[in-house]
Antibody
Framework: QVQLVQSGAEVKKPGASVKVSCKVSGYTLTELSMHWVRQAPGKGLEWMGGFDPEDGETIYANKFQGRVTMTEDRSTDTAYLELSSLRSEDTAVYYC??????????????????WGQGTLVTVSS | DIQMTQSPSSLSASVGDRVTITCRAS??????LNWYQQKPGKAPKVLIY???SLQSGVPSTFSGSGSGTDFTLTISSLQPEDFATYYCQQSYSTPYTFGQGTKLEI
């Protein structure tokens, strides 16, 4: 059974960067399409980007292009989200979420079947 | 980007009620529509995928229907544990987008 365990809460100043980790167990990261979704306090869910295993590329939402980097350390089965130039509007819970692709191939209709517990990132001066 | 619009934004109901939440896509997404339930302080949990398929372990009181642009999530008989926020999400194309959520309250 796959489990996604995220790093702890962070407090950052405006302009700083944050790096959140997501440790995978029960699968190897190479088998997965890992994505990141965030949720501002009292707001809805916002997809930030994720890994497409078919072409080996990471897709980012346009809104975060240039500020976000998603990486993976396959030796430790840990995915990372780094967000730079933080502003107060980036205060949110950040979730890693696994897309239920089959045998490393993703299709329309795939869904997020496992989620991390969330990491609260607070941006405040 | 495909916009997802849910209605209502909030809904008051009682245990045993039948409730329906609707989700509309800004363009046709075939049946590539998923529904999630989220409780306070917890990660979302998938209930329904590809519009009408029930995720393993989810009670059969939940059902989904629709295709193209219009979709519904129905809870046939509300249980106390069903009071939560529900989100639709399209997986037709990236960027994956979610509806704004429907908060189901007692």
């Amino acid at each position: 059974q796959v489990q996604l365990v995220q790093s702890g809460a962070e407090v950052k100043k405006p302009g700083a960067s944050v790096k959140v980790s997501c440790k995978v167990s029960g699968y190897t990261l190479t088998e997965l399409s890992m994505h990141w979704v965030r949720q501002a306090p009292g707001k809805g869910l916002e997809w930030m980007g994720g890994f497409d295993p078919e072409d080996g590329e990471t897709i980012y939402a346009n809104k975060f292009q240039g500020r976000v980097t998603m990486t993976e350390d396959r030796s430790t089965d840990t995915a990372y989200l780094e967000l730079s130039s933080l502003r107060s509007e980036d205060t949110a819970v950040y979730y890693c979420a696994k897309l239920n692709c089959l045998n490393g191939v993703c299709y329309p209709g795939d869904y997020f079947d496992h989620w991390g517990q969330g990491t609260l990132v607070t941006v405040s001066s | 980007d495909i916009q997802m619009t849910q209605s209502p934004s909030s809904l008051s109901a009682s245990v045993g009620d039948r409730v329906t939440i609707t989700c509309r896509a800004s363009q046709s997404i075939s049946n590539y529509l998923n529904w999630y339930q989220q409780k306070p302080g917890k990660a979302p949990k998938v209930l329904i995928y590809t519009a009408s398929s029930l995720q393993s372990g989810v009670p059969s009181t939940f059902s989904g229907s629709g295709s193209g642009t219009d979709f519904t999530l129905t809870i046939s008989s509300l249980q106390p544990e069903d009071f939560a926020t529900y989100y639709c999400q399209q997986s037709y194309s990236t960027p994956y987008t979610f509806g704004q959520g429907t908060k189901l309250e007692i």
